[in-house]
């Protein structure tokens, strides 16, 4: 492309792609100088252009020293906005092409997303961005981060859309929204999960953290979309003024536009009435626990706000794919509950809590988990206090420590906990196989904080790692001692409705 199309007063030159990272410039390509926490994208000029840049967006003004001769430079007020804007026509405005699902909040983004993936699919071609994958056709590529920055981003967007993908679910993280990630994006549909705790680290308080959630509604969604809300969420007031699209509602506790009532919890699948412009539909799905309940009540809104019909999306949802490592079920015919998960905030801990003192009834709750290293420190404690209040038996392990010692943050989480019983066992596959070899008939085991990650950050980055779902079907069929006792106790199908 020409960079006169992307710069108005700009020479003619061939550009051959957009960096902002000056050590993977490529010859011919254009960089920009961005602001960072560490850095500042001005400080590496001379190695971009170095590297090949032949063309250098800044917002500062540049000394001659600082200008080294090989490239044009192109003075602007905001280098962030410069770049999104300069991505969308480079990349030929892919989003606009596609029918856009942005899917906020702190917990329950991939769960939506792939759900709205999932049965969006049966109607058009459709892709997904997020934490577990970017997936479009028959590609499956293993993400970074959830929300990829902004030319990565719509790179892939642009291949989606010469894949021939009609509509894209793509999770939008808080990060994502305040570096201005999605900014060369306007969405048809954004959706908010819910704002509990979580992030701080990063945003510093619980009023930026949601400022950066809300621009999604206030920014990014296209005034003629719309916005769904969880009516039950205490952010949805806020939301619902600031919103420059009309607004759909749905919850549990509240009058709202989609209403799942009489909602019963089973081990293995939900039931509840979905209650829509005052006509009752039952609704029956493999998903389990209540804050699925929410998640798909979003998802169906999302849908059938898009022109899906609610028969085609209820059919659906009665039997979807796993979304991997969220409340992934492990059974392998043992008579105990194995469950993994990727709850990794107070809030996704203590509804996984709950969920398995629910499942495990008078029997045994064994959880194994840790903590983030460089991460937020504060919720470690949290933690500890959450699992003291609903679990028997508690395992401490690592849970990408980077170059954190896991005993001093199980330390960390162990003052939280008064009664119940612990252990530190820093190896976690040796702490799941412990977990999987003391749970008798009846019990259940939650796997938590990993979900299906097939790696560990340690010191260096990214280690290999087996991953705690694979991890527990090879203790259960090496290491159960029940796996081939008849049981007669358990009733797996017992139901219970949540409180
Ligand atoms: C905290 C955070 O979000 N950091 C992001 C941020 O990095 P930064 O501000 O530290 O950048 P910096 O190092 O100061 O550099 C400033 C600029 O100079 C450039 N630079 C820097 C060094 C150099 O030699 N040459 C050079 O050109 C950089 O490319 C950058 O443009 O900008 C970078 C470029 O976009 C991101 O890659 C980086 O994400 C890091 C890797 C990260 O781990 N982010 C996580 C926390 C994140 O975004 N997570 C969210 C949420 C996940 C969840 O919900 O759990 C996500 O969407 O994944
Ligand atoms: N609606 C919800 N409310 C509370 N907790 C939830 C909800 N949905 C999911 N969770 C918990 O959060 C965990 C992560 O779920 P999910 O991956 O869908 O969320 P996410 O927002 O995409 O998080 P991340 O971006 O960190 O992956 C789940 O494994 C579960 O423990």
Do not use: W
């Amino acid at each position: 492309m020409r960079l006169s199309k992307l710069f108005k007063n700009a020479p003619t030159t061939n550009v051959t792609g957009l960096c902002f990272d000056s050590r993977k410039v490529q010859p011919g390509n254009v960089y920009f100088c961005l602001p960072g926490m560490t850095h500042d994208g001005h400080e590496f000029i001379k190695q971009a252009v170095e590297k090949g840049a032949i063309c250098i967006v800044h917002s500062k003004e540049l000394k001659p020293e600082e200008m080294p001769v090989g490239a044009i430079y192109i003075r602007v007020a905001d280098t962030v906005d410069a770049m999104n804007q300069a991505a969308r026509i480079f990349y030929s405005k892919p989003s606009d092409k596609m029918l856009m699902y942005g899917i906020t909040g702190t917990n329950g983004k991939s769960t939506i997303a792939n759900v709205i993936r999932n049965i969006r699919n049966k109607k058009e071609p459709t892709g997904y961005i997020g934490t577990i994958a970017i997936e479009y056709g028959n590609v499956r590529l293993q993400p970074d981060l959830t929300t990829p920055d902004a030319l990565f981003l719509q790179e892939k967007l642009s291949e989606m859309v010469r894949h021939g993908m009609k509509a894209c679910a793509l999770e939008v993280s808080s990060h994502g929204l305040a570096q201005r990630r999605v900014d060369g994006i306007n969405f048809d549909v954004a959706i908010f999960t819910n704002l509990t705790y979580d992030h701080l680290d990063y945003h510093g308080t619980m009023k930026s953290y949601f400022e950066a959630k809300s621009l999604l509604f206030s920014e990014r969604v296209k005034p003629t979309g719309k916005s769904i809300l969880n009516i039950d969420d205490a952010c949805f007031e806020k939301l619902q003024r600031i919103s420059q699209a009309p607004v759909i509602t749905y919850g549990i506790e509240h009058e709202c536009d989609y209403r799942a009532i009489n909602v019963q919890i089973l081990p293995k699948q939900s039931k509840f009435d979905l209650v829509y412009q005052g006509k009752t539909y039952p609704v029956v799905t493999n998903l389990v626990a209540t804050y699925n309940v929410y998640n798909l009540l979003a998802a169906i809104a999302a849908l059938h706000e898009t022109d899906m019909d609610l028969d085609v999306i209820l059919e659906a949802c009665k039997n979807l794919p796993q979304v991997d490592g969220r409340l992934e079920q492990i059974d392998m015919g043992q008579p105990f509950h194995v469950i993994v998960d990727f709850a990794h905030t107070p809030d996704g801990m203590k509804k996984m809590f709950q969920f398995g003192r629910q499942i495990a009834q008078t029997h045994k709750l064994i959880s194994v988990f840790g903590s983030a290293g460089k991460r937020d420190v504060a919720k470690r404690k949290v933690f500890g206090e959450l699992a003291d209040q609903y679990c028997d038996y508690i395992i401490l392990t690592e849970d990408d420590p980077r170059d954190e010692d896991p005993a001093v943050i199980a330390d960390q989480i162990e003052e939280g906990i008064e009664s119940s019983n612990h252990v530190f066992i820093e190896d976690r596959y040796e702490a799941i196989r412990q977990a999987i070899e003391s749970a008798n008939p009846g019990d259940c085991v939650l796997l938590l904080g990993k979900g299906d990650e097939p790696y560990i950050y340690r010191e260096n980055g990214r280690a290999p790692y087996k991953g705690d779902n694979v991890i527990a079907k090879e203790c259960i069929s090496k290491y159960c001692r029940h796996i081939n006792e008849a049981v007669d106790d358990v009733n797996e199908d017992e139901s219970f409705i949540e409180e």
